[in-house]
């Protein structure tokens, strides 16, 4: 999904944002057995229907990934091989044991673990690299991790599927 470096100024729409799966920018690293049962166990949850990624854009040498994780999201510890800059612009998220609002933000150094939630309304997230391609290393690797998370996708699935981004209680 490079876009073509054609002017000295580019205007993105989110209307026309890609899904982030569908690009080939995020590459997964490979899951022990225990990750896959996991995972695949997420899957049936439903825990697909709490999360959203877009890629706004995708110029040489920048990327920009709207992220929507819906309430109370258990996203999995994980790193990435690139950098990234965060700024949450809608809803909460708990990372640590600190609560980030809309207008604040984090900053990740290359592989290092992390994980947050969503906080109750969701989260929207911008994510800023210097890259087009980042990988994604799954490091929950306690089989506990993923039947709770499971349950949380299960209980939540139904209320994810009708549930607004929290920047629409702006509009």
């Known amino acids: 999904m490079l876009q073509e470096k054609t002017a000295r100024m580019s205007i993105f729409r989110f209307a026309e944002a ?40 995708d110029l040489p040498g920048f990327s ?13 510890l994980h790193s990435h091989d690139q950098d990234c800059l965060y700024y ?21 150094e290359a592989d290092v673990p992390y994980t947050y939630t969503a906080g109750p309304e969701g989260v929207e997230v911008l994510e800023y690299r210097n890259a087009n391609g980042f990988d994604f ?8 991790f993923y039947q709770r998370a499971a349950q949380i996708a299960a209980s939540q699935r139904q209320a ?11 509009k």
């Open 160 to 170: 994810w599927l009708d549930m607004p981004p929290p920047s629409a209680a702006r």
């Open 18 to 57: 890609v899904d982030l799966e569908d690009t080939g920018i995020m590459r997964h690293a490979p899951l022990t057995p225990v990750q896959a049962e996991g995972v695949q166990a997420l899957v049936d949850a439903g825990y697909g229907e709490g999360a959203r990624s877009r890629v706004l854009v």
């Open 137 to 144: 290393v799954n490091h929950a690797r306690d089989a506990a």
């Open 88 to 108: 949450v612009i809608a809803g909460s998220l708990r990372l640590g044991r600190e609560t980030l609002e809309a207008g604040d933000g984090f900053f990740i």
């Open 64 to 76: 920009l990934v709207h992220v929507w994780f819906k309430a109370e999201f258990p996203l999995l």
